[in-house]
């Protein structure tokens, strides 16, 4: 039930169900007996609500403060849809300002307004935007009336009525969202509002703008489809050149339209003194039609003072403040003759009009300067004023013309604020403030009142706000809060969920003011936590990082664990939204975030320099003995160098940390290797001959199947030291000529020859046949290791060769050999590759034949 608009009541316990015997269909469940009930009422559960704003999931919690999350899949909202006609008819009728009670109000005509009424409907019907430009009170929200009934026909989506009162260009085209799209909790982001707009087509009246230049702009770019009817003050900026918006003046009547409209006021003919009179205020005025109407609710209260003087001091109406005395009587035919008011009386009437109201009437003037012009509605009236037909104030306030409509609701006139200030009328502000304040903020917080209403209602609460807070005192722990944080607390979720945001705003802040003045940091937090998720659905990061920090750091002291957590989560969603950690190096919950836990997700093209130096690797082989390998793919063409070794190069590990990872890894094995292999070579001749290293060359098997052959050890017969020994062409030792068959001559046990580290097995026809039958004795390098005294047996080693047969020894023209293996004349030293080596004879000249 809603605590101002009170229906039919059925709370009756005498309800019976026919079905169950004469009991009720729901028994009470008994009260527990452990619990003693004092008769305290339970607190009313705290109204909560969720709504979708652009990628958000938004939980309104008038308790902790709001909850913000990105918005689920399912509960995502499809696409708006449009109202139809007649949902749009029963919308607008919604939305007009409430009749007062009583009985209806003549309406009073427009008077040489059909010209301008008819050229904005031709406008309007082509589709172009137009500027009614005219001063307050000239008649513009009447004109708007008529315009907007003849144009409901033009366009598909109607006439959209809205109001620019306090309204920027988002809030507007937010409003004529909510106007065409039946969307309830759905609040479009920027890119869906503007994609939703674009595909209305109405005729939209706006009056009360209060912008131009840019912003108008912005918001005829934004809805191309729509022609504006645009009501301003001459004093509000006109529209730029490039909008093409039409632009019509409207000015003041002329004498004889506003002696008419005089009469249609007052209901009569008007006496040649009145007339006379009227002349004055024409020419005073410039035929402003509100002066006209508010000039006939004098004269429509002077008739009655006529009739009976007493007639407004019946029932006490010229007590109190601001009262004005009874206008003398002076002689008359029936006696009771009133004097007209004098000229400067009929300019500025208020004063002298709310003194003939009655005192509901003035009290609520009182509350209306005090609100700064906003009239509360008529069911508020009852309970601010203290008299139950204080409803019936709002009619005797529009019948004298002081109060006027401003979209779905009423305020002063133009220039009646003054005025009544001017009389008394803006003495104890305060206390009506607080008065108001706090009747806003229970029924704002009444769990039966909807957010729609708040909203409404929201410029009035706004006012109360606003007055309150510069009086706002620091207050005791133990006392209750100051009437303005009430009404902060209250108002707030309640225009959240209403989704005017622009109110949530501006109570927000208002309610962090007073909050701060009253010394109450816990409900400071609040304020704070909520301005941080308003910035965050805003898109504006940084300022929500800033009042989400200031409200944790206020909880944090409090200990408020629940208001904390709400913080951080609403803290770690921004940090998620700008792309990283905090700045500062600090994580959502304040902790610092430490150097190890940034990682380098892409290196730079150019690659990362190494972090330390990698080992020098291994000299290149003898160009004459190995073939190069170029670092590019393509394959290098075979080339002959005369011996001496290549010069050694050094590079740089470039890449990523994988890379880097990988050559360390491969050099630590080569280096590895290379160590085992050097162990082996270095170690004694009782070690199997598999660790002896030899600079000659291994012999496979010849092309007859024979056993593998070795390079023979001199013995002794070259005592000279020539070099031609050595590279002498082998003769065949056997009787048939082919090295590698059974009549070859066995080598003696005491000879020198070396076993072969190869694998025994059959030669293939690419591998080499031939060997050097003697050793030489002069070599370029000096070999590390000394020949081994002892030749193993072929017990000792499983591989090692037959000693029945003949070594063989490799074709040096055989362009299928490909040996791998870099001079050994230094291997001892350093380390050597993984694969198997195969080396030749160092003193080999390179005429002998093409190293492939």
């Given amino acids: 039930m809603d605590p101002m608009n009170r229906g039919p009541e059925d709370f009756s316990q005498d309800r019976r169900d026919d079905s169950t015997g004469g009991r009720g269909g729901r028994q009470r469940p008994p009260r527990d007996p452990l619990t003693p009930d004092f008769g305290q009422p339970s607190p009313a559960l705290a109204r909560t609500s969720q709504l979708v704003s652009g990628d958000y999931l938004l939980t309104v919690n008038p308790v902790d403060g709001s909850e913000i999350e990105p918005c689920p899949p399912g509960e995502r909202p499809g696409r708006p849809v449009k109202y139809d006609a007649q949902e749009r008819i029963e919308l607008a009728r919604a939305t007009r300002p409430p009749l007062p009670p009583g009985p209806a109000l ?17 406008l309007l019907a082509r589709g172009r935007s137009v500027r009614l430009t005219g ?86 770019e934004a809805t191309p489809e729509c022609a504006f009817l645009l009501a301003a003050t001459p004093d509000v900026a006109a529209p730029s050149a490039d909008s093409h918006v039409e632009e019509v003046f409207l000015g003041g009547l002329g004498r004889g339209s506003s002696l008419e409209l005089l009469e249609r006021a007052v209901g009569r003919v008007l006496t040649d003194e009145e007339a006379q009179w009227a002349g004055d205020l024409w020419f005073e005025s410039e035929g402003l039609p509100l002066r006209f109407a508010q000039a006939g609710a004098l004269l429509r209260q002077r008739d009655q003072l006529r009739a009976d003087p007493d007639t407004f001091d019946a029932f006490g109406y010229y007590e109190g403040p601001g009262a004005a005395p009874v206008d003398a009587p002076f002689d008359s035919d029936d006696g009771h003759d009133v004097p007209l008011p004098s000229l400067a009386e009929g300019a500025a009437p208020a004063a002298l009009l709310a003194s003939r109201l009655s005192g509901s009437a003035r009290a609520t003037l009182r509350f209306a300067v005090t609100l700064g ?16 037909h204080a409803d019936a104030a709002l009619a005797e306030l529009v019948s004298c013309a002081l109060v006027t409509t401003v979209g779905g609701r009423y305020r002063l006139a133009t220039g009646v604020q003054v005025q009544l200030e001017a009389a008394g009328y803006g003495d104890d502000t305060v206390e009506r403030a607080d008065t108001a304040a706090r009747h806003y903020a229970w029924w704002a917080g009444h769990p039966s009142v909807g957010p729609e209403r ?49 109110a949530w705003e501006r109570a927000l802040r208002s309610g962090q003011e007073a909050a701060r003045l009253a010394g109450l940091v816990h409900e400071e937090a609040y304020f704070h936590h909520e301005l941080g998720i308003l910035a965050l659905l805003g898109g504006q990061l940084d300022r929500a990082r800033a009042e989400l920090e200031a409200s944790i750091g206020l909880r944090g002291a409090l200990a408020d664990k629940r208001g904390t957590i709400a913080g951080r989560r609403a803290l770690a969603l ?5 792309g990283g950690a905090l700045p500062g190096g600090r994580t959502a919950a304040g902790e610092e975030v430490p150097d190890a836990m940034y990682e380098e997700s892409q290196s ?78 270095t170690s004694n001749n009782d070690q199997p001959p598999s660790d002896k290293v030899n600079t000659n060359p291994s012999a496979t098997a010849g ?10 050890a001199d013995q002794g017969g070259d005592k000279g030291g020539d070099d031609s020994a050595s590279t002498a062409e082998p003769t065949d030792p056997g009787k048939d000529g082919i090295p590698g068959t059974a ?72 362009p299928t050999d490909d040996p791998t293996t870099p001079d050994t004349s230094d291997t001892a030293s350093r380390p050597v590759t993984t694969a198997p080596v195969t080396s030749t004879d160092a003193g080999t000249p390179s005429g002998s034949g093409s190293v492939m």
């Avoid at 690659?607 to 170029?630: K, N």
């Avoid at 092309?703 to 023979?712: M, P, R």
């Avoid at 050793?775 to 499983?798: A, E, I, N, R, Y």
Wanted: proline share 14%; net charge negative; aromatic share 2%.
């Fill in 454 to 502: 708040v909203a409404a209602e929201g410029d009035a609460l706004l006012a109360a706000l606003l007055a309150l807070v510069p009086s706002t005192t620091p207050v005791p722990a133990e006392e209750e809060p100051p009437a303005s944080v009430e009404l902060a607390r209250a108002a707030a979720p309640a225009f959240a969920a209403g989704l005017a945001w622009s």
């Fill in 743 to 814: 009549d070859d001559p066995t080598p003696s046990s005491g000879g020198t020859d070396e076993p072969s580290d190869e694998p025994s097995g059959t030669k293939s026809p690419d591998d080499p046949t031939k060997s050097p039958t003697k050793k030489p004795t002069k070599s370029p390098t000096k070999s590390p290791t000394k020949p081994p005294t002892k030749s193993p047996t072929p017990s000792d080693d499983p591989t090692s060769p037959d000693p029945t047969d003949e070594p063989t020894t490799p074709d040096p023209t055989d």
């Fill in 373 to 388: 012009g906003e009239i509360p509605h008529q069911a508020h009236l009852p309970a601010l004023v203290g008299d139950q």
């Fill in 703 to 712: 092309e007859s199947g024979g056993d593998l052959g070795a390079d023979k």
């Fill in 106 to 122: 003549p309406r009073l005509p427009l008077l040489e307004r059909q010209e301008d009424r008819e050229r904005l409907v031709r």
């Fill in 135 to 220: 001063p307050s009170g000239s008649g513009r929200t009447a004109l708007l009336d008529q315009v907007a009934e003849d144009c409901l026909d033009i366009a598909p989506d109607g006439v959209v009525r809205l109001s620019g009162h306090r309204r920027s260009a988002d809030d507007l085209l937010h409003d004529l969202f909510g106007a065409v799209y039946n969307a309830p909790l759905h609040r479009p982001d920027r890119a869906l509002l503007l994609e939703l707009v674009h595909e209305v087509g109405a005729v939209v009246v706006l009056d009360d703008l209060e912008f131009g230049g840019a912003q108008l702009d912005e918001l005829l």
């Fill in 574 to 578: 921004v940090a998620d939204r700008s």
């Fill in 604 to 681: 730079p093209p150019g690659g990362v320099p190494a972090a330390y130096a990698q080992p020098e690797p291994p000299r290149e082989p003898d160009a004459s003995l190995t073939r190069q390998v170029p670092p590019t793919p393509a394959p290098p063409a075979p080339t002959v160098i005369g011996g001496g070794a290549a010069p050694s190069r050094k590079s740089v590990v470039t890449g990523t940390r994988r890379n880097l990872v990988a050559a360390g890894a491969g050099a630590l094995l080569a280096a590895v290797l290379g160590t085992v292999v050097t162990l082996g070579a």
